[in-house]
């Protein structure tokens, strides 16, 4: 009988450890697919058109010459310009302070 009881109290608490842990591990995971994107502006101030892409997202976008064009990203992601299929020279690296302000394109060169 003594053997019995123990073994439901040794599982009962190796059951409890197991739910603590889950509770633990599914707010780490949470908080890791939480992200924050913010919109970046960036006014292609230049004299031709330029493509660039997003080498956090993967997505390229046509800058148009005298336009201002909004790209989604993270904090972290890189813009580089694309040119026939590869990734060219670094843009710029995201940050929250980037947020709705617009970037000239011939500052960032």
């Known amino acids: 009988m ?3 009881i123990f073994t ?14 889950l509770r ?18 960036i006014k292609n101030d230049t004299d031709e058109d330029v493509k660039v892409i997003n080498a956090g997202s993967g997505g390229s976008y046509s800058l148009t010459k005298n336009a201002t064009t909004t ?9 580089h310009y694309y040119n026939k ?3 060219g020279a670094l843009i710029l ?3 929250k302070d980037m947020h709705n302000k617009v970037q000239l394109l011939s500052k960032l060169k």
């Open 24 to 41: 633990q591990t599914n707010a780490i995971i949470k908080t890791e697919m939480i992200t924050e994107k913010f919109d970046i502006k």
């Open 85 to 87: 299929g590869k990734k």
């Open 2 to 4: 003594k053997n019995v």
């Open 93 to 95: 690296t995201a940050s």
């Open 8 to 21: 439901a109290i040794l599982s009962f608490g190796l059951l409890l450890m197991n739910i603590v842990s």
């Open 71 to 79: 790209i989604k990203m993270e904090e972290g992601d890189k813009l």
